[in-house]
Each structure stands twice: as C-alpha cells, then as structure tokens.
C-alpha cells in the first residue's frame, strides 16, 4: 500500500511539473504586460485551489512561527 501511495505522489508531482512547465513557456511567448497582469494572477487563483494541502500547511507553520501576526 505504501509503495502505491509513493507512486501517485511522484505521478501527480510530475503533472505538477509538466503543466508548469508548459505554462512558463507559454508565458514567454505572449506580450509581458498580458501575461503579468492577466495571465498570472488568473492561474495564481488556480494553483491556491489547486494545491489546497500545501496552502494548509504553509498556513499552520506561519501561524505556528508567528503567533503574534495571526489573523
């Protein structure tokens, strides 16, 4: 069971990777100031929702670290 827990784990980083991959490059064709201002802000959203996990995680260590700046 473990061995197939690590499997999907190392599949889906490698979507992860490929799909920011093919955004970056698709970035590097389009006009900056559209890309900047349109386009990463839109996929920025994406990815928060997308990667639900890491944002929760990333949120308990920064509350952990600073108890004082919580919301």
Do not use: H, Q
Request: glycine share 6%; net charge positive; hydrophobic share 45%.
């Amino acid at each position: 069971m473990l061995n197939i827990l690590r499997l999907c784990t190392k599949i889906r980083r490698r979507i992860y990777y490929y799909w920011a991959f093919a955004f970056a490059k698709i970035i590097l064709v389009m006009p900056y100031k559209f890309s900047v201002k349109t386009l990463s802000g839109f996929f920025g959203k994406i990815a928060y929702y997308v990667a639900r996990d890491g944002v929760k995680t990333a949120t308990g260590n920064l509350k952990k670290c600073f108890p004082d700046k919580s919301e």
